[in-house]
Structure formats: structure tokens, C-alpha cells
């Protein structure tokens, strides 16, 4: 079935440092791969996404890539901020549709002043 | 702006009750979602629906109901609580692609 997995599942950087978290997917028909952050006690929320007919996507400071061949996507936050802290969820649109989405287990992203 | 609500921040439900959990979109968006957050476990489809009456089945539907009798209301239903239900549930909608979310409902089985 379909499924995508998420790595790492905690991460800790320095602020000021870049922040990778990266993501597979195995049905080769998603197009449509967004990204949430969640803050501590606060409901998820869409942060950038891509879609399959573009390798790379930036808004600001966050950036996305997608590799179709390789069912491989990522997000790269650069100059990380305190306020980055959160968990970050990597998603792929299910291709039988319903616009449903497959997510991610999660990313706890830590930024330390 | 859109916005979802849930009828709960904090639930405390005793095993073997039946326990319903609201949600609420004023977008007029045909999809509804429900999804169980557990730590390490992300967020896990229950149920979702893509139109009134219409319901499909998500990856953990065992010991869930749902219903939509409105456009914008969908319901969870716990027809007998077990303590493994303990979570935090979350409503989503969308129109298209984007998710919105509630704030989630933290739901407690003793």
C-alpha cells in the first residue's frame, strides 16, 4: 500500500545552521507533496509543498526538492530561527484520489540559541 | 480565513462509552478528514468524506464510525471506548490539495 517515510525523527541544530528532513514515498503516481509544521500545542500547518512537474520550490528561508525517480523529496530550512522548533510533517497525495494524503511520522526539529 | 473547529480541546471518556467527537469547517469545502495523532506514529487516516453521506475508510478504521449529514459537519464516533484510543484526534478539511486542521481534540480512555 501506500506509504512514506521520514527521516530523522528528532533533529537538533544550532541556530543559524541549515536543517535537512527528508522523505520517501512509494506510489509513483503522487504529484503533490506538501509540508506541515506543527508548533507545541498548536494545530498543523502548511509550510510549502511541490508539485511534480518542478524539481525545487523556495519560499524565504525554507526550501522543497523532489527526485520523481528516486520517490525522494526533502525540506532545507536555512538559517534556522528558535522559532523554527516544531515538528514537521512531509506528505504525498494518494493517486487513487480523494485528495488524500499520506503523512509522514514526523520530524521533532529543535533549534538551540 | 479558513476555519475548523472541534467540538473539545480535552476529553475524559471511561471504557465501553460511546463518544463523539465534532468538527466543524465554514469554507464550504467538500472534504473532511479525521486523524488520530500518536508520537512516532504521525497522523493516521480514521475516516474521511468526500461529499454529504459519503464516507470512505482510512488506514486505522477499526472501532470508529463516522457520519456527514451536513456539508460542513463530520463526526467521529467511538462506539465503545478502549484505552487504546487514548490520542489526540485531529479534523482536517480541504477543497483541493491544502489541509486545513482543527486545533485537535486530547482524548483520554481510563
Known amino acids: 500500500g501506500e506509504n512514506v517515510e521520514q527521516h530523522p525523527s528528532t533533529l537538533s541544530v544550532q541556530e543559524g545552521d541549515s536543517a535537512v528532513i527528508k522523505c520517501t514515498y512509494s506510489?509513483?503516481?503522487?504529484?503533490?507533496f506538501p509540508w506541515y509544521k506543527q508548533e507545541l500545542g498548536k494545530r498543523p500547518q502548511l509550510i510549502i509543498d511541490?508539485?511534480?512537474?518542478?524539481g525545487e520550490k523556495k519560499d524565504q528561508r525554507i526550501a522543497v526538492t523532489l527526485n520523481k525517480t528516486a520517490k525522494h523529496f526533502s525540506l532545507h530550512i536555512t538559517e534556522t530561527q528558535p522559532e523554527d522548533s516544531a515538528v514537521y510533517f512531509c506528505?504525498?497525495?494518494?493517486?487513487?484520489?480523494?485528495?488524500?494524503?499520506?503523512f509522514g511520522a514526523g520530524t521533532r526539529l529543535a533549534v538551540h540559541p | 480565513d479558513v476555519k475548523v473547529t472541534q467540538s473539545s480541546r480535552y476529553l475524559v471518556k471511561r471504557t465501553g462509552e460511546k463518544v463523539f467527537l465534532e468538527c466543524v469547517q465554514d469554507?464550504?469545502?467538500?472534504?473532511m478528514f479525521w486523524y488520530r495523532q500518536d508520537p512516532g506514529l504521525g497522523l493516521r487516516l480514521i475516516y474521511f468524506?468526500?461529499?454529504?453521506?459519503?464516507?470512505e475508510k482510512g488506514d486505522i478504521p477499526e472501532g470508529y464510525s463516522v457520519s456527514r449529514e451536513k456539508k460542513e459537519r463530520f463526526s467521529l464516533i467511538l462506539e465503545s471506548a478502549s484505552t487504546n484510543q487514548t490520542s489526540m484526534y485531529l479534523c482536517?478539511?480541504?477543497?483541493?490539495?491544502?489541509?486545513?486542521f482543527g486545533p485537535g481534540t486530547r482524548l483520554t480512555v481510563l
Open positions: 482536517a478539511s480541504s477543497f483541493r490539495t491544502e489541509q486545513f
Open positions: 506510489d509513483s503516481a503522487s504529484n503533490y
Open positions: 511541490i508539485r511534480s512537474n518542478v
Open positions: 506528505a504525498a497525495l494518494f493517486s487513487g484520489g480523494y485528495n488524500k494524503l499520506i
Open positions: 469554507m464550504d469545502h467538500e472534504n
Open positions: 468524506s468526500y461529499d454529504v453521506k459519503m464516507k
